[in-house]
């Protein structure tokens, strides 16, 4: 079945530092890729996504790029802030399955300043 | 602020006891999505309904039942509850069912104890 899987956290940087969540899929068909966040207490939020080999999402300095020769899609970011600690998770929509979301476990990030 | 209302954020009860979570999709929305996340088996999906049909089932008890109504606000009916289903359980919305970016809500805690 299709599945995703996302470098092991907790992640701990420095502010300013660069950032790179690693996430690797197996799907059947063509799913569309996605990152969303939480932060503290709150709900999911899309950051970026993609829907095709070789789009490139980006949002608020992030940047993912949909790979199919590699099956990844890799969270980027050149200089993070504190503000961007949260837990990420890297889904895959089903094209097989209604568009159902499929997650990787997530991984918390905590930046220090 | 996503669009997507949930309620309660939060509910405390005790095992063997049923609770009602609701969930108010996106303005015109039609795609209601229920996700359960918890700390041994992550963010999954339970079940999607479609314009108040059934479109898709993952990993949902028989003890746990959803539903759409004509106004298209989501039920999920969890009975007979255990310790274990303890988790936050997250609804979205999208548009449709095509390739379409899912809203999550701030989710609802449940405790059983």
């Not at chain 1, 799913?31 to 709900?43: A, N, R």
């Not at chain 1, 940047?63 to 802030?81: D, I, M, N, P």
């Not at chain 2, 795609?31 to 309904?49: A, K, N």
């Amino acid at each position: 079945g299709n599945s995703v899987t996302q470098m092991e956290g907790p992640v701990t940087l420095s502010e300013e530092a660069f950032l790179t969540i690693n996430c690797t899929y197996t799907a059947t068909g063509y799913p569309s890729l996605f990152w969303y966040v939480q932060y503290p207490g709150e709900g999911l939020q899309l950051l970026l996504k993609a829907t095709k080999a070789d789009d490139k999402g980006s949002n608020k300095g992030f940047e993912a790029t949909y790979r199919k020769e590699t099956t990844s899609f890799h969270l980027e970011k050149g200089s993070v802030q504190v503000s961007d600690s949260a837990v990420y998770f890297c889904a895959l929509s089903d094209p097989q399955g209604a568009q159902k979301l499929v997650f990787g476990q997530g991984t918390r990030l905590t930046i220090n300043p | 602020d996503s669009g997507v209302t949930q309620t309660p954020k939060h509910l405390i009860t005790a095992t063997g006891q049923r609770v009602t979570l609701r969930c108010s999709p996106r303005s015109g929305d039609l795609s209601v999505y229920w996700y359960q996340q918890s700390l041994d088996q992550g963010l999954q999906f339970l079940i999607q309904y479609y314009n108040g049909e059934e479109r898709a089932k993952g990993n949902i008890l028989e003890r746990f039942s959803a539903q759409q109504f004509p106004d298209l606000h989501s039920e999920l009916n969890l009975s007979s509850l255990e310790l274990g289903d303890s988790a936050l359980y997250f609804c979205a919305s999208s548009p449709g069912q095509g390739k379409n970016i899912q809203y999550f809500g701030a989710g609802t805690r449940l405790s059983v104890l």
